[in-house]
């Protein structure tokens, strides 16, 4: 692993999956900033209510706000991918955000994993998250933060269940530390994943 403990803070960029003026989602990533700036980082929530982001069409390079969306995620240092689950899987408006994204957005970059869900477990869509990552190269965390029953986890803005809080904010810890890890040596199955310009 390259130097963890680089003398500039490592930016991290928490992408929100949900568009609720009330998101559980958007409190679980303020916390996990928290464990970011523990660890001597920074970052911001991007808060895709902000953007005019329409439905992706692979046959326009930019539509309304997307450049701006694409500009941020590849400037960060890390990411912080958190969504809502929908019907088994993460939400479509993260899901168009990515879908924007590209190689040079996350290709060897590190990013975290965050989901909530207002029934049980979202392991579903953590699992599919991981393998949209995976196809773009990026270098997931193997920690990740999974907030059942979401709307009993909160107090305000405070998750009540302190193992639960714990585990977010080490996310944002552990995507700091592992930011500036050495990248894998380049494979088959990478070089022939040209992603969205083979379509």
Request: hydrophobic share 40%; glycine share 10%; proline share 4%.
């Amino acid at each position: 692993m390259s130097d963890q403990r680089s003398s500039s803070a490592v930016d991290v960029v928490a992408v929100c999956g949900s568009l609720r003026d009330e998101s559980y989602t958007r409190r679980a990533l303020e916390r996990a900033l928290d464990g970011v700036r523990d660890a001597g980082g920074t970052g911001e929530v991007l808060d895709l209510r902000a953007y005019d982001l329409p439905v992706f069409d692979a046959d326009r390079d930019t539509q309304g706000d997307s450049a701006a969306v694409v500009r941020r995620i590849r400037e960060a240092d890390a990411v912080l991918l958190g969504t809502p689950m929908y019907h088994g899987s993460y939400s479509g408006v993260l899901k168009n955000a990515l879908d924007y994204c590209g190689f040079d957005e996350f290709e060897g970059k590190t990013v975290g994993l965050l989901a909530v869900a207002g029934g049980g477990f979202p392991v579903s869509a953590l699992e599919h998250l991981r393998s949209v990552c995976r196809a773009l190269d990026a270098w997931v965390l193997p920690h990740q933060a999974a907030l059942p029953n979401v709307s009993k986890r909160f107090d305000g803005d405070d998750i009540v269940d302190e193992g639960l809080d714990e585990r977010v904010r080490v996310l944002g810890r552990r995507v700091v530390e592992y930011a500036r890890i050495e990248p894998d040596p380049s494979t088959f199955e990478a070089d022939e994943n040209v992603g969205g310009e083979g379509r």
